[in-house]
């Protein structure tokens, strides 16, 4: 499918971790001879602000820096309709927007009513049966999110169970809902043995540290981990508003040589370290209202690429996979579930073994240039 006769505009909200709109605008510089790219960070992150940046032939040709981050998100949402608006006003038409969560993607419709977009793409990357405790806050979100999935052309669902909910609250057609899985950009792994893999005794787990990640319950598991494993080491990656207490909480249960924190890594530095270790670990927490029932995260099928079998905790679909196939463990959001699923990946090297061939089988189909070249042709024929 051919991109390169057309001006495409992405605009998301990001943090420093490596998701969604990272992979797109990865996929459009090689493909699109006009891509723009306006990011606006999240106010729990560490980015610095709001940035445009014009991409031609996959070079960056001009960016421009739009209003700091602030600390009251409320605002900053204001502030980033404003600029993507103002933004579009002073370029050309685009031919097609890709709004990356409800606020732009309501943007991209209220500028094509002014004529400056042909047509508008929605990508839903999380969803949440009620998105804010306060009803007044929930009401209005719901209000935007109904004008984006009415309102847009096509609709790009992270997941089957996000699409359903999407049509059954908003009646949509289905025909406009398409699914657009996470996938893997493979050609960055690197290569690794499988006899090095089973000299470690290593867990991975990569995720923003915030509070709903489950990484404070492993932390308590590595002690029992460690009684069966005492080389063992869990091998933290990323960084978040949670990070202190974390590794205060390692400290508090004496586990600082075999809780590492490693800090942020960029996606390059990612693919070269991760594949040499052992195990991931996804122990996301089972609150009924957690947005990863409903979403295609990111870090698992990243983890299974890397060669590296899972323990992941029955909440995303695709725990449902990783138990079929199978491409690790899954268990509980329970302490000694997790500890037990980790113990048998670090010491049952068949079973190991036979989990890393099934998890490269299964990565093997995840190519984001696959997936993004489908919803492309789909979006397109809309």
């Not at 669902?157 to 899985?181: C, D, H, M, Q, T």
Request: aromatic share 12%.
């Amino acid at each position: 499918m051919d991109l390169r006769n057309k001006l495409i505009l992405e605009a998301g909200h990001v943090t420093e971790v490596y998701g969604p709109v990272q992979a797109l605008r990865n996929y459009l510089i090689k493909k699109a001879y006009g891509f723009i790219l306006i990011t606006h960070p999240f106010s729990y992150s560490g980015l610095a602000g709001t940035e445009a940046s014009y991409y031609e032939d996959g070079k960056v040709v001009h960016t421009e820096h739009g209003h700091k981050r602030g600390k009251n998100q409320l605002i900053q949402w204001v502030k980033d309709v404003f600029f993507n608006i103002s933004y579009l006003f002073r370029c050309g038409k685009i031919d097609l927007f890709i709004g990356v969560d409800n606020l732009n993607a309501a943007t991209g419709i209220i500028m094509k009513a002014f004529g400056k977009v042909d047509k508008v793409a929605y990508y839903i990357i999380d969803h949440m049966d009620r998105r804010f405790k306060n009803p007044v806050f929930n009401w209005f979100y719901e209000l935007i999110d109904g004008f984006a999935c009415r309102g847009s052309d096509v609709i790009w669902s992270l997941s089957s169970r996000i699409a359903e909910a999407k049509n059954k609250k908003f009646r949509l057609n289905p025909g406009k809902n398409i699914v657009v899985p996470v996938g893997v950009e493979l050609d960055k792994v690197d290569k690794f043995s499988v006899e090095e893999k089973i000299a470690k005794k290593t867990l991975v787990l990569m995720s923003m540290l915030d509070e709903t990640k489950g990484v404070q319950l492993l932390i308590e598991a590595m002690q029992d981990v460690i009684k069966e494993v005492p080389e063992a080491q869990l091998l933290v990656i990323g960084t978040g508003p949670y990070e202190q207490a974390l590794k205060d909480q390692a400290k508090k249960l004496s586990l600082e040589n075999s809780v590492k924190f490693l800090g942020l890594m960029d996606h390059e530095q990612l693919f070269k370290f991760i594949p040499h270790e052992r195990v991931s670990v996804a122990p996301y927490m089972d609150d009924p209202n957690n947005y990863t029932y409903y979403a295609d995260p990111t870090k698992p099928k990243e983890y299974l690429g890397c060669g590296l079998p899972m323990v992941i905790t029955d909440v995303p679909w695709i725990a449902e996979e990783v138990k079929k196939r199978p491409m690790g463990v899954v268990c509980r959001y329970r302490r000694e579930e997790l500890a037990a699923a980790c113990v048998k990946l670090l010491k049952d090297d068949e079973f190991y073994k036979a989990c890393l061939n099934n998890a490269l089988d299964f990565a093997s189909r995840l190519s984001w240039e696959s997936i993004y070249g489908e919803a492309f042709r789909s979006t397109l024929r809309q």
